[in-house]
């Protein structure tokens, strides 16, 4: 069984940074391909960034050239720097899991979820 912790949302004043990060437990860290998505009340979940298991990344539009995604796997954990942020970047942002190369557990995963709150 897979879970997952994020950690390190807070209150940022426009243009300021925060680091979110995502500890996976279970098995296998390195064979699941990690994302994070955001959600607002009311809202469809978004898409905000993936790294794959293979190491390629890939982000939404929204956040592009702001946001940067990263893994150690030796930590089983995954980051998200967000520099630059803006009050429409207020949400809660959830860490994800699923993997193709395991049979065992392959999700999909969510986290609890960390709010962020970015003031104008």
């Known amino acids: 069984q897979v879970q997952l912790v994020e950690s390190g949302g807070g209150l940022v004043q426009a243009g300021g940074s925060l680091r979110l990060s995502c500890t996976f437990s279970g098995r296998a860290f390195s064979l699941y391909d990690m994302a994070w998505f955001r959600q607002a009340p009311g809202k469809e979940r978004d898409f905000v960034a993936r790294v794959v298991s293979g190491g390629r990344i890939y982000y939404g539009d929204s956040v592009k050239g702001r946001f940067t995604i990263s893994r150690d796997n030796a930590k089983n954990t995954i980051y998200l720097q967000m520099n630059s942020l803006k009050p429409e970047d207020t949400d809660v942002y959830y860490c994800?899991?699923?993997?193709?190369?395991?049979?065992?557990?392959?999700?999909?995963?969510w986290g609890q979820g960390t709010q962020v709150t970015v003031s104008s």
């Open positions: 994800n899991a699923v993997s193709t190369l395991v049979t065992i557990s392959p999700g999909p995963y």
